[in-house]
């Protein structure tokens, strides 16, 4: 039942509202600070999450430099790009091949002679080829193709389009096709080589006469072709045109020869090491903005009172500053871009020669108080990678098992401290009750509740105190009043 509050029938003039007002006033200080103190949390939790989630970007960066592909990038240059072509992997060497080319790889491609349809009616099996009366028996078509076979039964009820489904799902890597304007069946293979093949001899009577009779295509096996070529001076074969010698992926076009260089790509490696650059520069650039981040500790969280009397644009400017430099001089952040910097000036384990750091290659640091943005010596890189075309790869990447490149050094220090920052507040800005700021949160969330409660009851007992103080004025004045009357009655 609300509390009834009765002011005024006394006639003290006292204005309860603003008593309470200022009574409650000194109690609502805590709750306030609460919330101030749980506002700067959560804002802290998001600042935490922002470098979070640059750094985690980062490390999705970062996991192509741990693989070769990104690194000791390959080009292949064919003499007769019509003959054959080429890519290249890390593994291949910078030599130059020879292919000679004396036959493709191919398979099975059959297709109808003529028109095959016997009637105008197209609808079923039985119209298009038998006159609209089909066999007693069943039609069962065998195809094999390879290792690969499927019993097929033709229902003389159904379309020419219904038996062309049951052969391209069937998953023999076989394709049929009908094209009603040639009135012609196409059947082919889809994989190459002398173990492909389209053979229908399993068939029974009916179904070798729908295939050679009325679909024209014939029913003796085919076989499919192996690709033949030479090598560098060695005969060879493969089932399909696109195979893998040596690290290098040749696709064989045409019957013909030609020579493939094969090279370090100068200009896809200093691309991809600009790349990496680039991205840990934003990074390490974004980190240290909050490291650097002015605190103003004057401006604390707006509470709704204060906000009342100011204007958005007020607002905005003073929340701006309240959330500034919550992460200044953050310890872990600190430790983060020490770690970084470290792993990029530190020489590489496991490796000898001119290239072992990444100052050797070109890569460096600018002033200290700079706080680790890289630079590149593109020129520096050149003469690396023209001198060692695996010079990146080596620095960057692994030496044999060893993975003791700086982008494993880098990867183990982004590891470290995204664990520590999601410990501290967790892996995003929304609300966790396992992160140490999280707890807190959930802590001051509890208290501000319970200060709520204990502020309704305080305001609550004042305005009760209020109204029996009114009602027992009012009672004194009454009484008051009934003994003047009865005295100046006498």
Not at 467 to 481: L, P
Request: glycine content about 8%.
């Amino acid at each position: 039942m609300a509390v009834q509050r009765i002011f005024g029938l006394s006639g003290s003039g006292m204005d309860v509202d603003s008593m309470v007002k200022q009574l409650m006033q000194a109690k609502r200080a805590q709750y306030d600070k609460l919330y101030q103190n749980r506002t700067q949390l959560e804002w802290k939790k998001e600042a935490y999450a922002g470098s979070n989630k640059s750094i985690a970007e980062f490390r999705n960066k970062l996991s192509d430099y741990k693989l070769s592909g990104a690194l000791a990038i390959k080009t292949v240059a064919s003499t007769k790009s019509d003959v054959a072509t080429a890519t290249a992997n890390v593994e291949a060497s910078n030599i130059s091949h020879s292919m000679s080319v004396e036959q493709l790889a191919t398979g099975v491609q059959l297709a109808s002679t003529g028109s095959i349809s016997s009637g105008s009616n197209k609808d079923t099996v039985a119209k298009q080829f038998y006159n609209g009366s089909a066999p007693a028996e069943p039609i069962t078509v065998t195809i094999t193709n390879g290792a690969a076979s499927a019993n097929l039964t033709v229902d003389p009820n159904k379309s020419i389009y219904d038996f062309v489904n049951q052969i391209n799902s069937a998953k023999i890597n076989v394709t049929a096709n009908y094209d009603a304007a040639l009135d012609r069946f196409f059947i082919n293979t889809n994989n190459t080589g002398a173990n492909s093949g389209i053979d229908f001899s399993s068939s029974d009577v009916n179904g070798l006469d729908f295939i050679s009779n009325k679909l024209g295509i014939g029913s003796q096996p085919k076989a499919g072709a192996n690709a033949k070529f030479t090598l560098d001076g060695i005969p060879m074969s493969e089932e399909s045109n696109s195979f893998s010698v040596s690290g290098v992926s040749y696709n064989l076009l045409a019957v013909g020869e030609t020579k493939m260089q094969v090279a370090t790509d100068m200009d896809k490696s200093v691309a991809s090491v600009k790349g990496f650059i680039e991205a840990y520069n934003k990074m390490i650039d974004d980190v240290n903005d909050k490291l650097e981040e002015p605190h103003y500790k004057d401006y604390l969280p707006l509470t709704d009172d204060q906000k009342k009397d100011m204007k958005e644009t007020e607002i905005v400017a003073w929340e701006k500053k309240a959330k500034s430099g919550l992460l200044s001089n953050d310890p872990t952040l600190q430790n983060f871009v020490y770690g970084m910097r470290s792993a990029l000036s530190n020489p590489i384990e496991g490796i000898s020669g001119a290239y072992t750091s990444a100052a050797s290659v070109g890569i460096t640091t600018g002033a200290y108080t700079e706080n680790g943005h890289l630079y590149l010596d593109e020129g520096k890189l050149r003469t690396a990678l023209t001198a060692d075309p695996e010079a990146v790869l080596k620095v960057f990447g692994s030496n044999g098992q060893a993975k003791s490149g700086i982008a494993f050094k880098l990867d183990n220090v982004v590891a470290t401290t995204r664990k520590q920052i999601i410990g501290i507040a967790g892996a995003t800005a929304a609300n966790d009750i396992n992160s140490s700021i999280g707890r807190q949160i959930k802590e001051y969330t509890t208290n501000i509740k319970d200060v709520e409660t204990n502020l309704k009851t305080s305001e609550s007992r004042y305005y009760r105190e209020f109204t029996a103080m009114e009602k027992a004025i009012n009672k004194m004045n009454s009484q008051s009043s009934w003994i003047s009357q009865q005295m100046g009655g006498r």
